[in-house]
């Protein structure tokens, strides 16, 4: 089981970012090997973090993902050890104070995933091969399970998952089946697949990003060393194979460098890949933005991370990408050249153990 949970907290990462014009903003990371999250306080110009007082606050068996609510009020972390999610009221501080009992998922819940509205919060469970779907308390945070059974993904091992900007459709990547899974999201959190779905991708798929208009969606195929490329149907959610698609990254004749996480920055005109090996690499592309193909290597790429890099992070500023290594302890922190796409190194933080999920707010 050890084993198995260890692979699940390296291949799914929940993250998300949200900041203003401030310098100063919040960061919290997860560490499945200490069972604990994280607060830092984030300084936007030069990448560098401080460690909140009372840093780190427990959570339960083996943190594998970490959302906020729109609202900035409350924190959710999966515990894929234990089979539930731990809820969290933010203080002005950025302190946490854990609000229990913990509300119980499917087995080995790896991805949380939440609407941009904060309604609803979806569960991604690994070893139950489901998604589980709650309603969140606007006043409290507070959880109420709606999904009663919970949603099959027609796939097995869901270990990461993203919604689309509008809302209205969320996708899961299937890390034992080489496959996506579509649905479609209504007005109450019902879930319904979309057309094509669960649509292959390369071996091993456990990072999904989508670009900030919701036009293309991107896979990272870690058994494959690739990534795959789609568009979505604005109107069904379907997707459709970008042409060339998956994409080569490092590989060789002999050897497959893995692929752990995509991200597009949010102009949407670069998208950038990380390397799962002891000497980690960022790898950046031009997107063309009527195809959606990763057109050129940005000048200077592929730019070094630390050891293990499992996740990239964008600064919704479009001013920054973060990324986590897991065998270093570390957070990269680089800044963004937007008119070339190029990455600058500006910091580097140790966690002390290895980092698997981070979430910015103000």
């Known amino acids: 089981m050890r084993a198995r949970l260890a692979i699940l907290t390296f291949a799914s990462l929940m993250v998300l970012v949200a900041c203003s014009g401030s310098t100063h903003q919040f960061a919290y990371i997860t560490t499945p090997f200490n069972n604990g999250i994280s607060a830092y306080r984030l300084d936007t110009n030069t990448g560098s973090f401080s460690q909140v007082l009372g840093?780190?606050?427990?959570?339960?068996?083996?943190?594998?993902?970490?959302?906020?609510?729109?609202?900035?009020?409350?924190?959710?972390?999966?515990?894929?050890?234990?089979?539930?999610?731990?809820?969290?009221?933010?203080?002005?501080?950025?302190?946490l104070t854990e609000v229990t009992p913990r509300t119980n998922t499917d087995m080995q819940p790896a991805a949380l995933i939440m609407d941009p509205g904060g309604a609803f919060l979806f569960s991604a469970n690994s070893f139950s091969n489901t998604i589980t779907v709650y309603s969140i308390t606007p006043n409290s945070?507070?959880?109420?399970?709606?999904?009663?059974?919970?949603?099959?993904?027609?796939?097995?091992?869901?270990?990461?998952?993203?919604?689309?900007?509008?809302?209205?459709?969320?996708?899961?990547?299937?890390?034992?089946?080489?496959?996506?899974?579509?649905?479609?999201?209504?007005?109450?959190?019902?879930?319904?697949?979309?057309?094509?779905?669960?649509?292959?991708?390369?071996?091993?798929?456990?990072?999904i990003a989508i670009d900030n208009a919701g036009k293309f969606l991107y896979v990272a195929n870690l058994q494959d060393?690739?990534?795959?490329?789609?568009?979505?149907?604005?109107?069904?959610?379907?997707?459709?194979?970008?042409?060339?698609?998956?994409?080569?990254?490092?590989?060789?004749?002999?050897?497959?460098?893995?692929?752990?996480?995509?991200?597009?920055?949010?102009?949407?005109?670069?998208?950038?890949?990380?390397?799962?090996?002891?000497?980690?690499s960022v790898y950046g592309y031009t997107i063309n933005g009527t195809s959606g193909a990763p057109t050129a290597g940005i000048a200077g790429s592929p730019f070094a991370a630390g050891g293990t890099a499992g996740f990239i992070v964008p600064d919704t500023t479009g001013k920054l990408l973060f990324v986590g290594n897991q065998t270093s302890n570390t957070i990269s922190g680089y800044q963004i050249t937007p008119s070339t796409g190029v990455l600058t190194l500006i910091s580097t933080t140790s966690t002390t153990t290895a980092p698997t999920a981070m979430v910015v707010i103000k």
């Open 55 to 95: 840093s780190p606050y427990q959570t339960g068996i083996s943190p594998t993902a970490v959302v906020i609510h729109p609202s900035g009020k409350f924190a959710y972390v999966s515990n894929a050890g234990e089979n539930t999610i731990s809820l969290y009221k933010i203080g002005s501080t950025g302190a």
């Open 141 to 207: 945070g507070v959880l109420k399970l709606i999904s009663t059974p919970s949603y099959p993904t027609s796939g097995f091992t869901p270990v990461r998952g993203t919604i689309a900007p509008s809302g209205k459709f969320l996708y899961v990547a299937n890390s034992n089946s080489a496959s996506i899974s579509g649905f479609a999201v209504d007005s109450s959190g019902k879930l319904t697949a979309v057309p094509n779905s669960p649509i292959a991708v390369g071996n091993g798929p456990n990072w």
């Open 225 to 280: 060393g690739t990534f795959s490329g789609f568009t979505i149907d604005s109107g069904t959610g379907a997707l459709t194979p970008i042409s060339g698609s998956p994409f080569g990254v490092a590989n060789t004749g002999t050897t497959i460098v893995p692929v752990s996480s995509v991200v597009v920055d949010a102009t949407g005109k670069y998208v950038y890949v990380t390397t799962l090996t002891t000497s980690s």
